[in-house]
T-cell receptor, first 114, second 111 residues
Framework: NAGVTQTPKFQVLKTGQSMTLQCAQD?????MYWYRQDPGMGLRLIYY???????DKGEVPNGYNVSRLNKREFSLRLESAAPSQTSVYFC?????????????FGEGSWLTVV | EDQVTQSPEALRLQEGESSSLNCSYT??????LFWYRQDPGKGPEFLFT???AGEEKEKERLKATLTKKESFLHITAPKPEDSATYLC????????????FGAGTTVTVRA
């Protein structure tokens, strides 16, 4: 049972280059998320998709775009990478329920922008 | 805006030495409070969800409790394999199912 799968796991970019982080989940979840994690700052939400066909900004959306390709897949694109985007990126998914919404995470993508 | 503060930032324990981690929160209508464990180089792993004050949940040596303002994660007789960063997050009724995370507490258990 794969859960949430992200690719690539590691990437080095030059300033100004573009790239897309791919994410897929096999749990039939409605909602998907992209977070970034930086030392001392915890996990911060970049974008999320509450359901297929919708996307919304989180806390730190500047410099990023997303695409909810279908129910399983949610990609994150950096159009012109900047050193401030050096971080660990986590994709996550959840099945919304009346009593709460447990979010399950992928293994992370380490991105360095030089 | 939802806020989560975890303390201490780091905790060093001897094997068998019980302790507690604190998570203080403010949220407009708590839907759920979540605890995750994160190992180095890995994604957060779900541990517990607490929904209302007074609720408690246990898993092996871990026990999570919830009040109206904070949650505690108690580690009883820890082992070296309990070493990890523990993350707390809250979800409110009015924030569209998003989680707001604290910065985490890094626990190191020495044999």
């Amino acid at each position: 049972n794969a859960g949430v799968t992200q690719t690539p796991k590691f990437q080095v970019l030059k300033t100004g280059q573009s790239m897309t982080l791919q994410c897929a989940q096999d749990m039939n979840h409605n909602s998907m998320y992209w977070y970034r994690q930086d030392p001392g700052m915890g996990l911060r939400l970049i974008y999320y998709s509450a359901s297929e066909g919708t996307t919304d900004k989180g806390e730190v959306p500047n410099g990023y775009n997303v695409s909810r390709l279908n129910k399983r897949e949610f990609s994150l694109r950096l159009e012109s990478a900047a050193p401030s985007q050096t971080s660990v990126y986590f994709c996550a998914s959840s099945k919304q329920g009346a009593s709460g919404n447990t979010i399950y995470f992928g293994e992370g993508s380490w991105l360095t922008v030089v | 805006e939802d806020q989560v503060t975890q303390s201490p930032e780091a905790l060093r324990l001897q094997e068998g030495e019980s302790s507690s981690l604190n998570c203080s929160y403010t949220v407009s209508g708590l839907r759920g409070l979540f605890w995750y464990r994160q190992d180095p180089g890995k994604g957060p792993e779900f541990l517990f969800t607490l929904y209302s004050a007074g609720e408690e949940k246990e898993k092996e040596r871990l026990k999570a409790t919830l009040t109206k303002k904070e949650s505690f994660l108690h580690i009883t007789a820890p082992k070296p394999e309990d070493s990890a960063t523990y993350l707390c997050a809250v979800q409110g009724f009015y924030n569209d199912y998003k989680l707001s995370f604290g910065a985490g507490t890094t626990v190191t258990v020495r044999a």
